[in-house]
């Protein structure tokens, strides 16, 4: 059986760090000691001095774009990136062509992640106006959650009928994952800009068409069909400090009926980025206001909103290219999240058992994920080891996602992830990819 030894670690979980060694065995943590010496000569030996050993992240929100849209990424290049970004699980979208809304195409992705992901996968199942009876005969203990999305975006796959939404927050027993943005209020910005500017909108415009009023009239109105019906919902990537105020921090999170998640650009860009950064910065719902920011900030950080994601969802520089119109939102960045947050440690502004909280233990017991998600003896051995002293600047050279961009090119990261595990096997090393594979599909103890 293979084993590995990983010695003198700061091993951050369940809220504390402390010095030890952590021995692995097959694909579980065998042991977690002060010291522990190795039994055999077969033993791999990683000296992780001066080094966090994190549980491995577990992206609650990825788009890796197979089946139908692979000229941007698939399952295959996008999980080689993500873990070089320390993240060992990801749950991928449904907006795929064609898109995740029956047992057959759900199906398929898992076939095609069987054998071509790095990364431990789900795939979230899509509901649409009309497939409530497809919905019903999934395999709760294999599928993560319901993907609705309120707000169009990449794949229009817009539930608006209200009658609809009220039967299925009032059916479904998975927890429901949501795009909040309210498409009349939308639709309505956008004729407003194009009176404005006709087809030269400046990308500036992004966070006034995508407005804090479409955000708040859509999450706000969820939140309150899930207070009417029980549904249990968990609202994406929130941009308004308005919104924050929608959720609690008076529950753990198990106990929670509501949730809500920040992806990554909505903590690092603002709107004062767009000049600079242009269409590299478009994401649905918009990157807003320094103020909105802050709030989210805030509310990252007294528990208001329980995960931290990246809504991974990458699209050509060609295509990113074109004009406001034209240009799709949505940009790559699972391999750039836990160095932007180690970024945020090294400055105070959140503590490195917090982002282990909102990035790995969280996403865990929010989706009943058996085994993952912290660093305990009998779980898999999902980890990674971070390097918090070893600078490194994002360049082309050194991105794995398919598209070839990020909008953190030319970011010095203080960090460096040294090694990824995925289930015992070591599957990145310092910006080299391991091509033996090892991934599992998820289980949920539901």
């Known amino acids: 059986m293979r084993k590995t030894l990983i010695k003198n670690a700061k091993i951050v979980t369940d809220g504390i760090t402390r010095n030890g060694d952590l021995l692995i065995e097959g694909d579980v943590i065998k042991e977690i000691s002060e010291s522990i010496s190795a039994k055999d000569g077969n033993t791999i030996i990683i000296d992780a001095e001066g080094k966090y050993l994190l549980p491995g992240v577990i992206d609650d929100q990825v788009h890796f774009r197979e089946p139908g849209l692979t000229h941007k990424g698939n399952i295959e290049s996008e999980s080689a990136a993500a873990v070089a970004g320390g993240i060992t699980t990801y749950m991928e979208m449904p907006n795929t062509s064609p898109q995740t809304t029956t047992i057959k195409e759900w199906e398929n992705k898992m076939a095609i992640a069987a054998k071509d992901s790095y990364a431990n996968y789900a795939f979230m199942f899509g509901g649409t106006n009309d497939n409530l009876d497809e919905i019903l005969k999934v395999d709760v203990t294999k599928v993560p959650a319901l993907k609705l999305f309120l707000g169009s975006s990449t794949g229009n796959m817009l539930v608006d009928d209200k009658e609809v939404l009220k039967k299925i927050f009032s059916n479904v027993k998975l927890r429901i994952a949501l795009h909040c943005e309210d498409e009349a209020t939308i639709k309505a910005n956008l004729q407003q800009a194009i009176d404005t500017y006709g087809d030269d909108i400046p990308m500036e415009q992004h966070p006034i068409i995508r407005s804090e009023e479409a955000c708040y009239l859509s999450s706000s ?10 549904g249990r919902i968990h609202v994406f990537h929130l941009s308004t400090g308005k919104e924050t105020n929608l959720f609690n921090n008076k529950k753990a999170i198990k106990d929670k009926q509501i949730t809500s998640e920040v992806c990554i650009h ?16 478009k994401w649905n719902p918009a990157v807003k206001t320094a103020k909105d920011r802050e709030e989210i900030w805030e509310a990252l950080l007294d528990d208001r909103i329980d995960v931290i994601a990246t809504d991974h969802a990458p699209h050509t520089i060609d295509e990113k290219s074109n004009s406001y119109l034209n240009c799709p939102s949505g940009g790559p960045l699972v391999q750039h999240a836990l160095p932007a947050m180690m970024q945020f440690v090294a400055k105070e502004k959140i503590s490195i058992e917090k982002v282990v909280e909102k ?10 994920i058996a085994d993952r998600g912290f660093i305990r003896e009998g779980f898999k051995a999902d980890l990674v080891l971070v390097d918090p002293n070893n600078p490194w600047t994002v360049t082309k050279d050194n991105i794995l996602a398919k598209c070839g961009w990020s909008p953190f090119e030319g970011v010095t990261f203080n960090s460096r992830i040294t ?6 096997h070591l599957a990145y090393q310092n910006f080299k990819v391991n091509q033996v594979k090892n991934a599992q599909a998820l289980t949920f103890q539901r």
Do not use: Q, R
């Open 419 to 424: 090694h990824t595990f995925v289930n015992g």
């Open 221 to 230: 109105g969820a939140v309150e069909l899930a207070k009417e019906t029980g």
């Open 359 to 368: 990035m790995c233990h969280n996403p865990a017991l929010l989706f009943d």
């Open 266 to 281: 909505h903590l690092w860009f603002s709107d004062e980025d767009y000049a600079a950064k242009g269409s590299l910065i």
